[in-house]
Nanobody, 124 residues
Framework: QVQLVESGGGLVQAGGSLRLSCVASGRTSSRYVMGWFRQAPGKEREFVSGIVRSGTSTKYADSVKGRFTISRDNAKNTVYLQMNSLKPEDTAVYYC?????????????????WGQGTQVTVSS
């Protein structure tokens, strides 16, 4: 079992930055591929970014490429999502997730554990 707790969300103006954190407890996060998803009001939850266990490979949704950066510190059981040049369309609840798979997959079903989410609101 892995428990995931996100933090770092908040209200920011367009063009601003936020850094989300996800701390894993229970089994060490280094055993898992980690991902970030988001869900805007009235929309389905969507993949944002993911990182393999070693941190050597990452994947991003086209909508965030060049603006968001995912990283992990396995010694701290923590995954980060640095979000720059934020846009109003980035407004959503952001969820951290852990997968027992080897590769970064973009589908919700590939992830075994989920956090409760943290709200990110970008004002125009």
């Amino acid at each position: 079992q892995v428990q995931l707790v996100e933090s770092g969300g908040g209200l920011v103006q367009a063009g601003g930055s936020l850094r989300l954190s996800c701390v894993a407890s229970g089994r060490t996060s280094s055993r898992y591929v980690m991902g970030w998803f988001r869900q805007a009001p009235g929309k389905e939850r969507e993949f944002v970014s993911g990182i393999v266990r070693s941190g050597t490979s990452t994947k991003y949704a086209d909508s965030v490429k060049g603006r968001f950066t995912i990283s992990r510190d396995n010694a701290k059981n923590t995954v980060y999502l640095q979000m720059n040049s934020l846009k109003p369309e980035d407004t959503a609840v952001y969820y951290c997730a852990a997968s027992r798979d080897i590769l970064v997959l973009t589908t919700l079903g590939a992830y075994d554990y989920w956090g409760q989410g943290t709200q990110v609101t970008v004002s125009s």
